[in-house]
């Protein structure tokens, strides 16, 4: 499955996406990063709560396809703006994470 298939949830905000041809290979959930970067795997989809800096650099070191940011979490012009910098695919829902699972689960991942 690649980021383009995602398109399909209407739940989600495409802030931004740099390319959505990446591989996903699956989903990881969490926000404590050193938990995320001890456990987190190649191409999964990142889900969390968590809006700065720091997590754009963690997703960068575990080569996340991208972050998704559930439960209304907002995020300022300046993580957008690294974002797209850094080419970090970033999807934003008012979906719980555990919703995002779900939605997510219902496309095979």
């Given at each position: 499955m690649?980021?383009?298939?995602l398109?399909?949830?209407?739940?989600f905000?495409?802030k931004n996406?740099a390319?959505?041809d990446i591989?996903?290979?699956?989903v990881?959930?969490?926000?404590l990063?050193s938990?995320?970067?001890a456990?987190?795997?190649?191409k999964?989809?990142?889900i969390t709560v968590?809006?700065?800096?720091n997590?754009i650099?963690?997703?960068l070191?575990?080569?996340f396809?991208?972050?998704?940011?559930c439960?209304?979490?907002?995020?300022?012009?300046?993580?957008?703006?690294?974002?797209?910098e850094?080419?970090?695919?970033?999807i934003l829902?008012?979906c719980?994470a555990?919703?995002?699972?779900?939605?997510?689960i219902?496309?095979d991942?």
């Amino acid at each position: 499955m690649k980021i383009k298939d995602l398109k399909n949830i209407s739940q989600f905000n495409f802030k931004n996406i740099a390319n959505e041809d990446i591989e996903i290979s699956g989903v990881f959930i969490g926000d404590l990063l050193s938990w995320v970067m001890a456990n987190g795997k190649e191409k999964q989809i990142w889900i969390t709560v968590q809006a700065h800096l720091n997590v754009i650099a963690v997703s960068l070191l575990k080569e996340f396809s991208c972050i998704i940011l559930c439960d209304n979490t907002s995020c300022d012009e300046e993580f957008i703006n690294k974002c797209k910098e850094e080419q970090v695919n970033l999807i934003l829902t008012s979906c719980s994470a555990y919703e995002c699972a779900k939605e997510l689960i219902n496309l095979d991942l």
